[in-house]
C-alpha cells in the first residue's frame, strides 16, 4: 500500500519564503499539491520562488511583507485568502539572528532578532487566527531553534526570541484547539541555507560542527521542509502543541 501526503485544495502561507528552509518548505507544500503564497522581505526573491512553483504546476503568488507590522501581516493573509479562498496553513519561517557575544549586542540587534523571529510569529498567527476560526480548521507551524531550548554561544538575542516562540506555540495551540487549530513547532539543528552560512563560519566551519553531530552531518533544507510537511498534513492530526527537533541527535531535549 502506498502512504502519501495529499494537500490538495488547501493553501499554504510560507514566511520567510524567497529562501533556505522556507523556499524549500514552500516547494514542498506545493508539491504535495497545496496553494502557497510565499511571504518575504524581499519581493525579488519571493516571486522567483513562486514561480518555480508554478513550473511545477502549482498555484502559487508572492507578497512582501515585513512581518513586523501588523497592517502589513493582514495584508498578506487577507490577500491569500481573497486569492485562493481559505487560509489553511500557516508556516512561520522568517528568522533574523546577529552572531555577536553578548557584550557586544545593541539594542537594535534585539530589536530585530525579537522582533522578527519572536514579534512577527505572533503577527502572522494573529492575523491568520481569524479566518482559521471562521473555518474551523487550520494548521500553524513555527519554526524555532536549539538556539532557543538549550542556549547556545553568540546567538544570545536569537535564543531569547526563539525561546519566546516556544511558549508562544504551546499557549496557543492551548487556545486555538478549541477551533480545531493545530500548533506546532520544528526546531532545526544547523541547516545548510545562505542565512546559516556566517553561523557556521563563525564556529569554526562544518567539517568541524558535524563532529558534534551524532548523524554526522548537518541538516539540509529538505530535512526541515519533509517535518513541516508531516505536521502540515492529516498524518500529524492528533498532534499539537508539540516541538520537534529535526537536529541529527545534537540535542536531545524533551
Not at 95 to 110: G, H, M, N, Q, S
Not at 229 to 250: H, P
Amino acid at each position: 500500500m502506498t502512504v502519501s501526503i495529499d494537500l490538495s485544495g488547501r493553501t499554504a502561507i510560507v514566511t520567510g519564503g524567497a529562501s533556505g528552509i522556507g523556499r524549500e518548505t514552500a516547494l514542498q507544500l506545493a508539491r504535495a499539491g497545496a496553494r502557497v503564497c510565499v511571504a518575504d522581505i524581499h519581493q525579488h526573491g519571493a516571486e522567483s520562488v513562486s514561480a518555480e512553483i508554478r513550473a511545477i504546476g502549482a498555484e502559487s503568488f508572492a507578497t512582501e511583507v515585513d512581518i513586523r507590522d501588523a497592517a502589513a501581516a493582514e495584508r498578506a493573509v487577507t490577500s491569500t485568502a481573497d486569492r485562493f479562498g481559505s487560509v489553511d496553513i500557516l508556516v512561520n519561517s522568517a528568522a533574523a539572528w546577529t552572531v555577536k557575544p553578548f557584550d557586544e549586542l545593541t539594542t537594535e540587534d534585539y530589536d530585530r532578532d525579537i522582533g522578527v523571529s519572536l514579534i512577527g510569529t505572533m503577527t502572522m498567527s494573529r492575523a491568520a487566527y481569524d479566518i482559521m476560526r471562521a473555518q474551523h480548521r487550520g494548521v500553524v507551524v513555527n519554526l524555532i531553534s536549539d538556539s532557543g531550548r538549550v542556549g547556545e554561544r553568540y546567538l544570545v538575542a536569537y535564543g531569547a526570541a526563539k525561546a519566546g516562540v516556544v511558549g508562544f506555540t504551546k499557549g496557543f495551540a492551548l487556545e486555538a484547539a478549541r477551533y480545531g487549530i493545530r500548533v506546532n513547532a520544528v526546531s532545526p539543528g544547523t541547516t545548510k541555507t545562505p542565512g546559516a552560512t556566517p553561523v557556521i563560519d563563525h564556529w569554526g566551519g562544518e567539517d568541524r560542527i558535524v563532529k558534534s553531530y551524532p548523524l554526522r552531518r548537518l541538516g539540509e533544507p529538505i530535512d526541515q521542509a519533509n517535518a513541516i510537511l508531516f505536521l502540515c498534513s492529516d498524518m500529524s492530526d492528533w498532534v499539537t502543541g508539540q516541538v520537534l527537533s529535526v537536529n541529527g541527535g545534537f540535542t536531545m531535549v524533551d
